[in-house]
């Protein structure tokens, strides 16, 4: 089966900070590939699929880019609602894989 | 507005069975693949069971096939997972989510999961 591997696994940050969280793949997915979001306590929320198509109601601050092996979610500038855990998921093949996560705090 | 709600979930002992329920409204329901997904205590998102909208088609992480079956009635929009011999590994919370596809530039996105339930705590222990 095709790994996810995130990074980082932990990222701090503050409100209005730019950041990028990393989901490389152990072979190549095309753009096959969703991010969610989830607060604790909550279930995940779609993000982005097609490793670049926003969700609808999704703010714009979120984008997500790569194709191949490589792919990346940025937040272009951080609010307080946006700390939570991120996963990359791949699509299209089951068993549907997720990445370990990546956990955003303040 | 597109609801799920799972329900059925508790403290089991090792061995035993418990079976999970997830009612879905908002949506045609027979014509979306449903799945499961679970997250232990602590750790990250682990996709379960996957079924088709009529039933047909049924997929089973490698950690649970054999031991879980999932089962749907489209009649009532209900998604059922029956989970026999659980472990202490099986300790999750089980989130039942509408497995979209979702079209973009004339390329299929499948198992997109774009609606989630608020899960359901199955507990596995002596």
């Known amino acids: 089966d095709i790994q996810l591997t995130q990074s980082p696994s932990f990222l701090s940050a503050s409100v209005g900070d730019r950041v990028t969280i990393t989901c490389r793949t152990s072979?190549?997915?095309?753009?096959?590939l969703a991010w969610y979001q989830q607060k604790p306590g909550k279930a995940p929320k779609l993000l982005i699929y097609?490793?670049?198509t926003l969700q609808t109601g999704v703010p714009s601050r979120f984008s997500g880019s790569g194709s191949g092996t490589d792919f990346t979610l940025t937040i272009s500038s951080l609010q307080p609602e946006d700390f939570a855990f991120y996963y990359c998921?791949?699509?299209?093949?089951?068993?549907?894989?997720f990445g370990q996560g990546t956990k955003l705090e303040i | 507005e597109v609801q799920v709600l799972e329900s059925g979930g508790g403290l089991v002992q090792p061995g035993g069975s418990l079976r999970l329920s997830c009612a879905a409204s908002g949506f045609i329901f027979g014509s979306f693949t449903m799945g499961w997904v679970r997250q232990a205590p602590g750790k990250g998102l682990e996709w379960v069971s996957s079924i088709s909208g009529f039933g047909a088609g049924t997929h089973y992480a490698d950690s649970v096939r054999g031991r879980f079956t999932i089962s749907r009635d489209n009649s009532k929009n209900t998604l059922d997972l029956q989970m026999n011999s659980l472990r202490a590994e099986d300790t999750a919370v089980y989130y039942c989510?509408?497995?979209?596809?979702?079209?973009?530039?004339?390329?299929?996105?499948?198992?997109?999961?774009?609606?989630w339930g608020q899960g359901t705590l199955v507990t596995v222990s002596s």
């Open positions: 072979q190549g997915i095309s753009n096959f």
């Open positions: 989510a509408r497995s979209a596809v979702l079209c973009r530039n004339g390329v299929c996105f499948e198992n997109v999961f774009d609606f």
């Open positions: 998921q791949r699509l299209n093949v089951l068993p549907s894989t």
């Open positions: 097609a490793a670049s």
